[in-house]
């Protein structure tokens, strides 16, 4: 939706670019350029789009624990966890947060501005701007620093402004009607100024990044906004692919999920001033707790009802987009595979291969996997002292699991 050039900007990970690509949310059109994408990515396989970035490969999955004894034990939790009462160790951060989003955004846009208040007043759990109060709590103390910077309360604002401009888009792109129990931006207003209104968001957001003054943070998230574009195109282009592996799995739903969680647990490490070993923890931890949130998502939309899910149960797979239960189950069934490859052709065919995520071990398969990185999470928060703040991230990761639980 937005045209994003960026240089490969070095800071310890080195992402691939990917070729410009205009998006269009009418259906026929994006039939065509399935084709297309999909047709470009195969171009590619013979340079191993894999063999990227440092940091980027403990995403894969293999021998990511090995000689690692997990530290989650959910047993141990008497009931359900509140993120509301997780958040309550900076509930009066992310009040002050709430106050300020619509005035960040800015009033000279009237159309736009009232486009943005659309979503920012749907609410929503502000998981990514607690992580950006929580880390920098966290890590505050460990420089002797006695109250928050102003540039850890801007980072939270910009990092919630990229994420609701991130979800503008994406509803157009997934011609989605509801958001958060509320009429989407482009239902109520139109493509294009909802197009209009998740790029001024995006400018935004880049104006006040740019005025922290910190090359480091700056370099961070603007490569979350190239990202994002990294992974609708890598998602487009693989659409009702059933060679695609966990490992392109795992590295696109870092794209679109985890960099920038990973982003705002990093960045706001380093507005603390603390050294580069805890800066790469706290980055660490956003990946693995963003990657475990994307794979319990993708869970949940094949365990839960359309009524709990808000669309249609199985959705992601009527589109072709193939998460990690679907992956895990063609290993198990090759009916599946042809069911897929017809683009769910026959009558009652989308049904039979949901039934048969479930019934060839792709669901339990992928709840492993779930856990695999929320304990690789709770591991890197080892490096932080004990503190509410720190409880209060361990609290999230098992707060992700129980929704599966």
């Not at 259906?27 to 590619?44: D, E, H, Q, T, Y």
């Not at 509801?178 to 207003?189: A, C, M, N, P, S």
């Not at 071990?361 to 709840?367: D, L, P, S, T």
Request: contains cysteine; charged residues 25%.
């Amino acid at each position: 939706m937005m045209s994003v050039s960026c240089h490969n900007l070095e800071i310890g990970r080195t992402p691939l670019d990917f070729l410009a690509c205009g998006c269009s949310s009418n259906a026929s059109v994006k039939r065509i350029s399935k084709g297309i994408l999909r047709n470009v990515s195969r171009r590619f396989n013979g340079r191993k789009l894999l063999s990227y970035r440092q940091d980027i490969d403990s995403i894969s999955t293999k021998a990511s624990l090995a000689g690692v004894a997990p530290v989650l034990d959910l047993n141990k939790s008497m009931k359900p966890i509140s993120l509301t009462n997780v958040f309550e160790v900076v509930a009066d951060d992310l009040l002050t947060l709430n106050k300020n989003l619509q005035n960040i955004v800015g009033a000279e846009n009237p159309v736009l501005m009232s486009a943005a208040e659309q979503i920012f007043s749907a609410g929503g759990k502000r998981v990514r701007p607690a992580l950006v109060f929580l880390v920098s709590r966290a890590t505050a103390e460990l420089s002797s620093l006695k109250d928050l910077k102003t540039e850890h309360r801007r980072l939270a604002e910009i990092i919630e402004m990229i994420h609701t401009a991130s979800l503008i888009h994406d509803d157009v792109l997934d011609e989605s009607d509801i958001r958060r129990g509320k009429e989407t931006v482009h239902q109520l207003y139109g493509t294009r100024v909802a197009v209009l209104a998740g790029d001024y968001m995006f400018a935004q957001s880049s104006w006040y990044l740019a005025n922290l003054e910190n090359i480091e943070v700056i370099k961070l998230i603007s490569q979350v906004i190239k990202d994002f574009a990294s992974g609708e195109i890598k998602q487009a282009s693989n659409l009702f692919d059933c060679d695609v592996g966990l490992d392109e799995y795992l590295l696109k739903s870092y794209y679109k999920t985890a960099s920038l969680i990973a982003a705002s647990t990093k960045g706001a490490a380093i507005f603390s001033d603390v050294n580069s070993d805890i800066n790469e923890q706290m980055f660490q931890y956003g990946k693995n707790l963003g990657l475990s949130f994307q794979i319990v998502d993708d869970i949940l939309d094949f365990t839960q009802s359309a009524a709990q899910l808000g669309k249609p149960a199985g959705s992601d797979l009527a589109k072709g987009n193939l998460t990690a239960p679907v992956l895990f189950a063609l290993e198990k069934e090759p009916k599946l595979r042809n069911i897929i490859e017809s683009e769910f052709y026959d009558a009652g065919s989308l049904d039979e291969a949901i039934n048969l995520v479930k019934t060839c071990g792709g669901i339990q398969r992928a709840q492993d996997l779930a856990k695999e990185k929320a304990d690789l999470a709770m591991q890197n928060l080892k490096c932080l002292p004990s503190s509410p703040f720190r409880a209060a991230l361990e609290e999230i990761v098992k707060y992700n699991l129980e929704r599966i639980d």
